[in-house]
Structure formats: C-alpha cells, structure tokens
C-alpha cells in the first residue's frame, strides 16, 4: 500500500510467484505514515505493513520472506532486479561474467564501504559464502549453494566464483536471492550466526538503508545510506520504517485508518477485494499464487500528488512482477 507521498516497490525473488500492492491515493490521515523528514533524499518517510516475521537479521541463518525483506534494504549483493524485472544485473559490482565454464568472476566497484566505515573487498565477499556453507544453518540458505565448489578474492575487488558443473546459467540469479547479502567479516563470526542486537550495534550495512532502530518483530526503522553507490540508486526516501502486525485484519484496518503506506504479504483475497472498493486505496495485483516477494523499499515514488491534490505519476510505474 503506497500512499501519495511515498513509496515502495516489490521485485519478485523467486519465479512463479507473485506479488501483490495497495497503494492509497491521498495523503495519511494518521501519525503512523508519510511523515516527512526533510531529509536530502527529497522524499517523506514510508510505513510499510506486513505479517511475515524475522528469524534473523544473519544471512546464513535465514531463508524466508521475512528476514529477506529487511536484509534486501540494508546489505549490499552482488547481483540484484532492476524494478519492475526479475532479471539480474550487477549491483555493487562493476562486471559479473563467465570466465570459464565453471567460472563466474565479479569485479567490485572500487572504494566500497560499510556504515561502519570498515572497506567492503572481495575478501568479505569470499567470507559470506564460506560462512553460509560451514554455518550450514538448518534455516538458512546453504542449499541454494549446492553447485558451489569454492571462492577465491584475487584481489581486493575481483571475486572467482568455481562452481561443480558446468554452463549453470542460474547461479547469477542465486548470489541475488538470500544467499546475497555481503557481511562484514569483521563484524560476524565465522561459525555462528549472530544475534540481531549485535549487528544493529555493529552497523554492518551497505545497501541503501541502514537500521536506525530495531525491535524485533514490532518495528524497524531505516534511514537511507549516502554511501550506496549500487545499481538501484539512491533512495527516494529519506527512511522508512517496517511495522509488523499479528494477523492480516488489524494490517487492513491500518490501511483504511490512513496509518501506512504500504501493506503486501499476507493480506487475504478478502482483504484485498474490500480494499480494492475504497476510493483511497489503489490494489496492485500479480498473476496469482502466494505472495512471497522480495520487497525493496528503495525505489521511487510509484504515485504522488501535486499541490491540488491530483495524482502525479513517477516514472516507475506500478510494481513490476517476475
């Protein structure tokens, strides 16, 4: 659900599944969304609405919709979807190519760092797979690592990634799925994953929010990271803030009470038919099925309103589906 002076976009993580968006047509009536922070970024705050819970902020802990949607706004990946498309590019890499037939080599942008100030090189790349596969989390996502033989930094930005057979024409995809996020490898442990308290404390992100304030399953709150330089761009929001709610009914009556701005996974075919009668609420729907999405909060303004109050489209159009 985007409201007028705000916005949000989902890009689909995984094929064949859907996503779903209400955008509301007039500015917030409460003090839960679009509050203005006048900001640089130019854009007011986003209230964002969901079911979906956190197991974990540690990427080789995690392989679910919920923790995904965090960790998509605040670690950088290597590859990552343009909005509106499922297909991949690189993100905070210059290059990523086949080198070989079981080589995939990615070349960094130079000077990366993290919030915390420490640089961002291959050497953490190459750390964050090593990690996932000897964590091998029972929750995490070291399967989607099957093909995956080893990885070696070259160098300070070049990556070689040596997979088991040949031609995987998927494993692009996969270092933009959970298996993605980068961490700092002198903020996480090697064998372990880490608790949520200490990466907000360590400041560990590079994608284009940062956390501000955490609290487990009740509310997040992200502020955008200056220093992104990745393939999204920078934020049109100055910060953004995700609101978790119990069950799927008091998330509706939020949207109609005007306190976020944008509500997706899980609202009911029934949620989503009743919102679709309100004037104020604009529902966005994919080609069918559960949905699981990947959600990125850094995207332009679907949808604003002029000083008269009248719609003003933005560029990106309405939520793209894979």
Not at 9 to 31: E, K, M, N
Request: glycine fraction near 10%.
């Amino acid at each position: 659900m985007i409201k007028s002076t705000t916005a949000l976009h989902r890009a689909i993580a995984l094929a064949g599944i859907s996503a779903l968006a209400l955008t509301a047509c007039t500015g917030p009536s409460g003090g839960g969304g679009g509050t203005s922070t006048g900001g640089s970024a130019g854009g007011s705050a986003i209230t964002f609405g969901t079911t979906d819970k956190v197991v974990t902020l540690d990427p080789a802990g995690s392989y679910d919709a919920g923790s995904f949607l965090v960790m998509n706004q605040v670690y950088p990946f290597l590859m990552n979807s343009k909005p509106g498309s499922a297909e991949v590019s690189p993100d905070i890499a210059e290059s990523a190519s086949f080198t070989a037939p079981t080589e995939f080599t990615v070349k960094l942008k130079p000077n990366l760092k993290f919030a915390n100030g420490h640089a961002l090189t291959a050497s953490d790349v190459k750390f964050s797979y090593d990690r996932i596969m000897k964590i091998n989390d029972p929750n995490g996502p070291a399967s989607l690592l099957s093909n995956l033989k080893s990885v070696e930094a070259k160098d300070d930005t070049t990556v070689v990634f040596t997979l088991k057979a040949a031609n995987d024409q998927v494993f692009p995809s996969v270092l933009g799925t959970n298996t993605g996020p980068i961490v700092d490898e002198e903020v996480f442990p090697a064998d372990k994953v880490m608790s949520d308290e200490d990466i907000v404390a360590a400041k560990p992100f590079a994608g284009p929010y940062t956390i501000d304030s955490y609290k487990k399953n009740e509310l997040v709150s992200l502020k955008s990271n200056p220093d992104y330089s990745g393939l999204l761009g920078k934020p049109a929001n100055d910060s953004a803030v995700i609101k978790y709610y119990a069950d799927s009914n008091n998330l509706k009556l939020d949207v109609q009470g005007g306190n976020i701005d944008v509500a997706g996974r899980s609202l009911t075919a029934t949620d989503a038919a009743d919102l679709g009668k309100d004037s104020k609420v604009k529902v966005y729907k994919g080609p069918g099925g559960e949905p699981v999405h990947r959600l990125q909060l850094r995207h332009h303004a679907l949808r604003r309103q002029d000083a008269g109050g009248q719609p003003r489209e933005s560029p990106c159009g309405p939520p793209g589906h894979g």
